[in-house]
């Protein structure tokens, strides 16, 4: 036989000598009971059936033992009445509520929306965009106004200017013809400058906006750029005459835009 706490023993002791000193007091409660049903809120069925009920938990009492007495001890206890002979934890319509289980309060709590460090495109991305193109057509339109950009005399098939040099864009390409071959400077390079472009993407998968997270990705892209821009400076500012080297502070600038 499985061994019954001490203190269910305690509890059902108790409980038998409460239920032993009620018998005395019986007549005198349930002729009160009686004086007083009128002026009480509970129904008068309710009251009849726990009557029965703290008879029927007496009689039970009296004649179990073992595991029954504490069992029946327990639920005598938890259905003691209070006041006007209602159980405790009485409902509606004098049910008696049980607690079956204890929830967490997280595990039940809806939540709406979880805060990111994100915002929408409108209006906080298209309304800042929209005004910087609005300063960028009016700096334009200033700048055409008081800048005279007058076109170049009509080109000469039988007299070649002298530096020939392609547009700025395309300098980096013409300084690399210098020092490679033209395969190597005009498909080599730039092919794999394309290529790795290409791949950066998959090569770097980290999610991060900040620049200190996406170390790799800055390196790639800054030693790109530096790499075309020195090309383009030293074209269009170090060459003269037959493409040669000069210094600008020098011999001057060999530069149109």
């Known amino acids: 036989m499985t061994e019954i706490p001490e203190h269910l023993l305690k509890r059902a002791q108790a409980a038998r000598e409460k239920s032993a000193s009620e018998p005395a007091a019986a007549p005198a409660a349930e002729s009160g009971a ?3 049903s009128g002026d009480s809120r509970i129904p008068a069925h309710l009251l009849e059936r726990t009557k029965a009920a703290r008879s029927k938990g007496a009689a039970d009492e009296a004649g179990a033992g073992g595991v029954a ?4 001890a327990a639920a005598a206890v938890a259905a003691a009445p209070l006041g006007g002979g209602v159980p405790v934890g009485a409902g509606p319509g004098g049910h008696t509520q049980r607690l079956l289980t204890v929830v ?3 595990s039940i709590q809806e939540v709406k929306a979880t805060p ?4 929408h495109t409108w209006p906080h991305l298209l309304a800042a965009e929209f005004v910087a193109a609005l300063a960028c057509l009016a700096f334009l339109f200033l700048f055409s106004i008081w800048v005279n950009a007058p076109l170049l005399q009509l080109s000469n098939p039988n007299q070649t200017p002298n530096p020939s040099k392609a547009p700025w864009y395309f300098l980096g390409l013409q300084e690399l013809l210098t020092m490679f ?3 190597v400077a005009g498909v080599t390079i730039p092919g794999v400058g394309i290529i790795v472009l290409i791949f950066a993407p998959y090569i770097d998968r980290n999610p991060s906006n900040k620049p200190e997270d996406r170390k790799f ?8 750029l530096m790499f075309w ?3 383009v400076m030293i074209g ?7 493409f040669n080297f000069t210094l600008p502070w020098r011999d001057g600038l060999f530069f149109e835009l």
């Open 181 to 183: 071959h033209p395969m």
């Open 69 to 72: 007495v504490a069992e029946k």
């Open 236 to 242: 269009s500012f170090f060459r003269g005459p037959g």
């Open 229 to 231: 821009a020195v090309l």
């Open 34 to 36: 009686a004086e007083s």
């Open 104 to 106: 967490k309060s997280g």
């Open 116 to 119: 990111v460090d994100k915002v």
């Open 217 to 224: 990705a800055t390196s790639l892209m800054t030693v790109h």
